[in-house]
């Protein structure tokens, strides 16, 4: 069992006024992130028209506190429509990220939701808890916008 210092975990969500089948489409398409993050500046290992898979391996460059850190994953899980989840390791840090997707009514919710820990760095120290709330509710909220101006 990890220290608390040592693990941390946290949930995001956002309503987006669109069909849950056309913002999982923006959602396994990674090829495609910079395009409408500006969080994520570059994606490689993966072809702009290439789907998210288990097993799938990519990388992508996300600006964090002004500064741009790269990240390498590997796709652990895919549940196509519903839910994907990818882990990494960085500074001796897992990080386990899932994002699902959920068609409610006329609206679809999308829940971010990413688990850190590590045998021996603090957490915080590498990835504050603010920065990463704040990193995670503006990607959010540039994958609505990328879906809603769909219409």
């Known amino acids: 069992m990890f220290p608390k ?4 975990r946290m949930s995001s969500s956002i309503d987006i006024d669109e ?3 056309f913002v999982w489409r923006l959602l ?8 409408w ?6 994606v490689w290992g993966v072809d702009e028209d290439e789907l998210l898979e288990e097993g799938t391996k990519f990388g992508f ?14 796709v652990t899980s895919v549940n196509k429509g519903a839910f ?7 500074f001796s840090i897992t990080a386990v990220r899932t994002i699902s997707v959920e068609q409610s009514g006329n609206t679809t919710k999308v829940v971010d939701s990413k688990h850190f820990s590590s045998s021996i760095i603090p957490i915080g120290i590498a990835y504050p808890k603010g920065l990463i709330r704040n ?5 959010l909220s540039d994958l609505k916008m990328a ?5």
């Not at 990193?135 to 990607?139: A, N, P, S, V």
Request: aromatic content about 12%; some cysteine; glycine content about 6%.
């Open 61 to 74: 460059t996300l600006r964090m506190a002004g500064r741009e850190v790269t990240f390498n994953v590997s």
């Open 135 to 139: 990193m995670t509710e503006l990607w």
């Open 84 to 90: 994907i989840e990818w882990r990494s390791t960085k």
């Open 37 to 42: 993050s500006s969080v994520c500046t570059e």
């Open 5 to 8: 210092f040592l693990k941390f």
């Open 28 to 35: 396994e398409n990674a090829g495609r992130w910079a395009g």
């Open 147 to 151: 879906a809603e101006s769909n219409h």
């Open 19 to 21: 069909d849950a089948e």
